[in-house]
């Protein structure tokens, strides 16, 4: 099988300059836990991006950043309304109900976004000591389908979350992705639009291992942050080398870059795929880094003998390719023509690809 395949972001390697910050960063003693220098440089660098006011804590993985981040916002008879797919609910084990010992209202959304109407519907039980207390909601931001909220999105899932008193959690684990694809900050990203604390994804965007707990403003939830934190095994003795990495990763944009090579290859791979688009068709949009298509069923085991990745669906027949920061164009042509030569060809259109 090639190298590169597209069964997911974090198949990819560690970006050159993460390995070069985490050799540099290997020299001598410094304090643990957060106490060092390469940690307050990596807390300037966020603040540079989004003001004084924000506050980082970093993390080892991005369920424990999702897990620990919800907990020190609510209390155990709180829920958090998520997407029905929401990485949290259906990818992580059931960590946060486990860990918060607190419910997760899933909702059925259309390509993988929350709406404020889909928040209000499930306002129910308000007081009454019989029922959980909406807590929190929480969006992916890109979504796990490869979508990306718009600004004014959030802007009113923030404003149905500041009316209705809840934490507005956004797992962020491609949020490079999404800033990139909307062509805006993170100030605009999260402050302007209510954000109340994210993740920011590293791990899919080039680094070796890490997460970052970012809370673009003060929050109450921030006091508890560091206690969750350490409950929650997320604390790093030796913070030196999740923290250099990322410095590394927000010097000199190195996060866009990544990202912006990564949803280019998803474009270009979605391009190749439009011209079969009477065998392939696309689950979803295609606005990050995320290709979803639809494949004929029986298309579906003689690719996966070529070519590593997941169904996203089976029974309906659609593939998850996801690229990363090191996907180049020729592994796109590559993996475009095995799918070429593996959808069945008496139902393809002819074009310059058969020729
Ligand atoms: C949307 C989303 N959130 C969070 C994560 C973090 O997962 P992990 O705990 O594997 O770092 C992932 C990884 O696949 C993801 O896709």
Redesign the pocket.
Known sequence: MPDVHFASD?NAGVHPDILAALTSANQGHVPGYGDDEYTQRAERAFRALLGDDARVFFAF???GA?VVALAAGLRPYQSVICPEAA?LAV?ECGAYERFAGAKLIDVPVENGKLTPDDVERRMRGIGDQHHVQPGAISI?QST?VGTVYTVAELRALGEVARKSDLLFHV?G??LANAAVALGVDLRTLLLETGVDVCTFGG?KNGLMFG?AIVFPKYHPAVDALLYTRKQGMQLASKMRFVAVQFEALLHDDLWRRNAAQANAMARLLAARLRDLDDVVQLAYPVEANGVFAVLPLDAVEPLQRERRFYMWDAQRGVARWMTAWDTTEQDVHTFADAVWRIAPPQKRVPTKVDA
């Open positions: 974090n993985n991005g369920t999702n990485h990818d992916s796990e797992d684990a491609r791990t997460e």
